[in-house]
T-cell receptor, first 117, second 113 residues
Framework: DAGVTQSPTHLIKTRGQQVTLRCSPK?????VSWYQQALGQGPQFIFQ???????QRGNFPDRFSGHQFPNYSSELNVNALLLGDSALYLC????????????????FGDGTRLSIL | EDKVVQSPLSLVVHEGDTVTLNCSYE??????LLWYKQEKKAPTFLFML????IEKKSGRLSSILDKKELFSILNITATQTGDSAVYLC?????????????FGKGTHLIIQP
């Protein structure tokens, strides 16, 4: 049973560039949440996707956008990269549709380490 | 503004010691409190607490929630070097039909042999 998978594992970009990060949820999960974790900090909620729509958003600028596909996988896009965007980007999945899984915790992937030069 | 505060931020103890990690919160539309362990990469789930006063236990780890005083503790007894990690406390809240998680900064626990 595959858990949450993210790609790539590491990425180096320069200021002003754009980046796309990818996430496949755990089998049976239909909801994907994205978090940004700066060094020495806890993860910060970016947004959550369910049924291919953004359901909730944290305090992030609209340079951060996302997408969810019919197979529940998701992408996080960041435009006009800033030095402060350097962080570990974590994807977490959960289930809304399956009643038996609905109150279960979010499961996290290993993250993408994004470095901005 | 929703807030989760963990203490201490770092802790160094010797193998065999018992540690208590603290988490206090101020969150609207509280649903549950979760503890995760983060070593190098993915936070791994430890406990989810929804009711006050009911202790959850898994081996040497245990946790309890106080919804009146808005805090939780995570206890680890007979610590081992493999317990060295960052322990994250998160509160799940309901908003617009979605469940976001608000995390604290974490407690960096180091177990010395």
């Amino acid at each position: 049973d595959a858990g949450v998978t993210q790609s790539p594992t590491h990425l180096i970009k320069t200021r002003g560039q754009q980046v796309t990060l990818r996430c496949s949820p755990k089998s049976g999960h239909d909801t994907v949440s994205w978090y940004q974790q700066a060094l020495g900090q806890g993860p910060q909620f970016i947004f959550q996707y369910y049924e291919e729509e953004e359901r909730q958003r944290g305090n992030f600028p609209d340079r951060f956008s996302g997408h969810q596909f019919p197979n529940y996988s998701s992408e996080l896009n960041v435009n006009a990269l800033l030095l402060g965007d350097s962080a570990l980007y974590l994807c977490a999945s959960s289930s809304q549709r399956q009643v038996t899984l609905r109150n279960q915790p979010q499961h996290f992937g290993d993250g993408t380490r994004l470095s901005i030069l | 503004e929703d807030k989760v505060v963990q203490s201490p931020l770092s802790l160094v103890v010797h193998e065999g010691d018992t540690v208590t990690l603290n988490c206090s919160y101020e969150v609207t539309n509280f649903r549950s409190l979760l503890w995760y362990k983060q070593e190098k990469k993915a936070p791994t789930f430890l406990f989810m607490l929804t009711s006050s006063g009911i202790e959850k236990k898994s081996g040497r780890l245990s946790s309890i929630l106080d919804k009146k005083e808005l805090f939780s503790i995570l206890n680890i007894t007979a610590t081992q070097t493999g317990d060295s990690a960052v322990y994250l406390c998160a509160v799940a809240y309901s908003g617009g039909g979605a469940d976001g998680l608000t995390f604290g900064k974490g407690t960096h626990l180091i177990i010395q042999p």
